[in-house]
C-alpha cells in the first residue's frame, strides 16, 4: 500500500508510526511518481525538466515516455534498411540484404491511395490545428478527400490544393464562421489552385456524397466583422436590418462579394447608432478595399 508523505525520505512529521526509507538510491521514477522500491512509498509527482539524450538501446527504452500512434489506414509496421535488430546488434550482410528486398516487396503493395493518404491527413490536421477547427468539420473534411482520392481527382493536382478546398467545403457544409482567405493565408498556397479544387469538388464529389454547398451568408458576416470591430450587439443588430430591407427593395446580392455587403451594413450603422469606425478599420477585418466598401454603401442606400 502507498502512501504520500513530505518528508525527503518518506516519512511525515506528523506521522512518526509510519516507517522511513533511510536509502535515497532505492527510489526510482516510475509512470511520474518517485516511489520506494523497498517498501512502496510514493513521495510526489515527478515532471520532465530537461530532455536527456539516449546513446544505447536500454536508454532508449528507459527514457521513452511516448508510444506511436497507428494510423487508421495502411500497415502499421513499415520495414525499412534496417542494419541492427531489436537489441542493437549489427546485422550480417545477409540479413540486411534481405531486409532491403522485403522493404522493397513492401513498397511495392502499398497502394497509391494509401501513399496519397499518408501525405494529405497529416497535412490536413496541421491546417485545421491552427484554424482552430472543429472535430467534425475535420471529419467531414478527411471524407470529402478521401472520396476526391478514390476518383483519382488529384492526378497531376496538387495535394494542398485539394486538402485546402476539402476543409473550405466542410466548413461551408456546417456553416461555420471561416473566410476562403484566412485558410489560403494559413496554408500558403495561391488562391486560384483552391478554387479549381472547389470547383471539383463541388462537382464531381457532392453528388455522389449527397452534400450540399452552402455559400458564405452576409448576416453571418456582418456578426462576425461586428464582434472583431467590438460594436455594439443593437449596430449589428440594426445592420442586419438594413441587408434585410435592401433586399426587399430590390438589391441583388448575387454577383456582390458577401463580405463587402456586411461591411457596408455596418459601416452605415456604426455611423447611425453614434459607434463610428473609419473605413479603413472595416476594410481591413471585412478583408476588401475601402472602394469596394465605398461602393457597396451606395448600392444599399439606393434601396432605402
Given at each position: ?15 512518526d508510526d509510519e516507517p522511513c526509507c533511510p536509502n535515497p538510491d532505492i527510489i526510482v521514477n516510475a509512470e511520474g511518481m518517485r516511489v520506494c522500491q523497498n517498501c512502496g512509498l510514493t513521495f510526489g509527482q515527478t515532471f520532465v525538466d530537461n530532455e536527456r539524450r539516449a546513446y544505447t538501446t536500454e536508454e532508449v527504452q528507459s527514457r521513452r ?240
Amino acid at each position: 500500500m502507498s502512501y504520500y508523505h513530505k518528508h525527503p525520505y518518506g516519512k511525515d512529521e506528523e506521522d512518526d508510526d509510519e516507517p522511513c526509507c533511510p536509502n535515497p538510491d532505492i527510489i526510482v521514477n516510475a509512470e511520474g511518481m518517485r516511489v520506494c522500491q523497498n517498501c512502496g512509498l510514493t513521495f510526489g509527482q515527478t515532471f520532465v525538466d530537461n530532455e536527456r539524450r539516449a546513446y544505447t538501446t536500454e536508454e532508449v527504452q528507459s527514457r521513452r515516455r511516448t508510444e506511436p500512434k497507428w494510423r487508421s489506414f495502411g500497415p502499421r509496421t513499415v520495414i525499412t534498411g534496417v542494419q541492427s535488430d531489436a537489441r542493437g546488434h549489427s546485422l550480417g550482410a545477409k540479413q540486411q540484404a534481405l531486409f532491403s528486398r522485403l522493404s522493397k516487396i513492401q513498397g511495392s503493395l502499398v497502394s497509391s491511395l494509401e501513399r496519397n493518404f499518408w501525405e494529405a491527413k497529416p497535412k490536413l490536421n496541421a491546417l485545421a490545428l491552427k484554424l482552430s477547427i472543429p472535430n467534425q468539420i475535420v471529419e467531414t473534411s478527411w471524407k470529402i478527400y478521401s472520396e476526391v482520392a478514390r476518383q483519382k481527382l488529384t492526378m497531376g493536382r496538387s495535394i494542398d490544393g485539394f486538402v485546402t478546398a476539402s476543409l473550405y467545403a466542410a466548413i461551408r457544409i456546417h456553416e461555420f464562421p471561416r473566410l476562403l482567405e484566412e485558410i489560403v493565408e494559413v496554408a500558403m498556397i495561391p488562391l486560384r489552385s483552391v478554387h479549381r479544387s472547389l470547383g471539383l469538388i463541388v462537382r464531381k464529389v457532392f453528388p455522389v456524397l449527397k452534400m450540399k454547398y452552402k455559400p458564405v451568408t452576409t448576416r453571418s458576416l456582418v456578426f462576425r466583422f461586428g464582434n472583431e470591430l467590438k460594436l455594439s450587439m443593437t449596430t449589428q443588430t440594426k445592420a442586419a436590418e438594413l441587408l434585410q430591407l435592401s433586399r426587399k427593395a430590390g438589391l441583388r446580392s448575387m454577383g456582390k462579394d458577401p463580405k463587402g455587403l456586411a461591411a457596408a451594413a455596418l459601416y452605415m450603422a456604426s455611423k447611425s447608432e453614434n459607434e463610428k469606425r473609419t473605413q479603413a478599420d472595416i476594410a481591413a477585418v471585412a478583408r476588401i478595399t475601402e472602394v469596394t466598401l465605398r461602393t457597396r454603401v451606395k448600392q444599399i442606400k439606393s434601396y432605402l
